[in-house]
């Protein structure tokens, strides 16, 4: 006997919250509000490497309205883990968002077993995003799983007439998101922890990005410890730089207070004040 390929298709039950949540956030937008949590459908689930997941989800408002760096809370099914996962919006295509999350407790355990076709609740996007009203050659750094908002500013940039920009990624073992980020920045760097790390690689193209006709900013999201070093490499050379951090969170829209940060300005909340800062907000030198 032959069948027919799978083609996931979402349950009547599902059809009709989706419809009702299309229905909410066309409603929220049309009284000029910003849309409450609403139900999307997931379009793609895939495996990027061990533990790496990229999650794909129809949603048009976060695909119109989602910038570099801004981020989606996610909602996992289990009624008694209330608090949202924030995931930062990764690559557009269309009404299509991608994200791409690590496998690293029981919310994206639960995520990683969804696949396409299957529903969930969202939130977003929320936060503030990367700035790039300035024409230069961005230098997009990142570290293990914080490629996800330079990828967005690489296909953000590459829609800009006066920009270009530099990726520089840093991995653990994979190579896992060259090829995405290869689509939209000028030049793909990257190394992993046989071969040294990103700074190795600034170090490396440094000649390169002083003989550019463009200013050199840098975006970077990742580990601490390497955002930390980034900034003292950058503040030896007069580069700026926005850092997007990855503090641990609650609500995502600033009324919590769990997320908040040192700045040269106080204790800041990640969600709603960033999560991008200058290395001059931070501090950091
Ligand atoms: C603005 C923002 C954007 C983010 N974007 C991404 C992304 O694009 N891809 C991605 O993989 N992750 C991202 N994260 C981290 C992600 O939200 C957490 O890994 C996730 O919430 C963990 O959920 P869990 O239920 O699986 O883990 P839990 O069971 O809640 O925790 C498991 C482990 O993960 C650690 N953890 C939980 N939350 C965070 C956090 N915010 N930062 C660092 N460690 C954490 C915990 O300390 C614990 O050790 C982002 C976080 C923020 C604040
Ligand atoms: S996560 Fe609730 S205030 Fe920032």
Not at 3 to 32: Q, Y
Request: overall charge negative; glycine content about 8%.
């Amino acid at each position: 006997m032959t069948t027919d390929a799978f083609i996931p298709t979402v349950s009547v039950a599902d059809r009709a919250k989706l419809e009702h949540s299309e229905a909410l956030v066309a409603s929220a937008v049309s009284h000029g509000w910003f849309p409450p949590r609403h139900t999307v459908e997931i379009t793609g689930m895939r495996e990027l490497d061990t533990n790496v997941m990229c999650m794909t989800i129809r949603d048009p408002y976060i695909a119109q309205h989602g910038r570099p760096a801004q981020f989606v809370d996610f909602f996992t099914h289990d009624p008694m883990r209330l608090m949202p996962r924030p995931f930062g919006i990764g690559e557009i295509n269309g009404d299509e968002v991608s994200f791409i999350f690590a496998v690293v407790g029981e919310g994206t355990r639960q995520f990683a077993a969804m696949r396409a076709g299957d529903v969930i609740d969202v939130l977003g996007p929320l936060g503030r995003p990367f700035k790039t009203k300035e024409d230069a050659n961005y230098v997009l750094v990142a570290g293990g799983l914080g490629v996800p908002p330079v990828i967005a500013a690489a296909q953000h940039i590459a829609g800009l007439e006066g920009s270009r920009s530099t990726a520089v990624f840093g991995y653990r073992k994979n190579h896992f998101a060259d090829d995405i980020v290869a689509r939209y920045a000028d030049t793909v760097h990257s190394i992993d922890e046989s071969e040294g790390n990103v700074i190795t690689v600034l170090d490396r193209i440094e000649d390169e990005l002083k003989a550019s006709d463009l200013p050199p900013v840098i975006l970077s999201c990742g580990p601490m410890p390497m955002m930390k070093a980034i900034a003292t490499w950058a503040a030896k050379r007069d580069i700026p730089c926005q850092f997007s951090l990855e503090q641990r969170m609650g609500c995502g829209y600033g009324t919590c207070v769990l997320c908040t940060t040192d700045t040269v300005d106080g204790r800041l909340k990640v969600c709603a004040d960033g999560p991008v800062f200058t290395r001059e907000q931070l501090g950091w030198e």
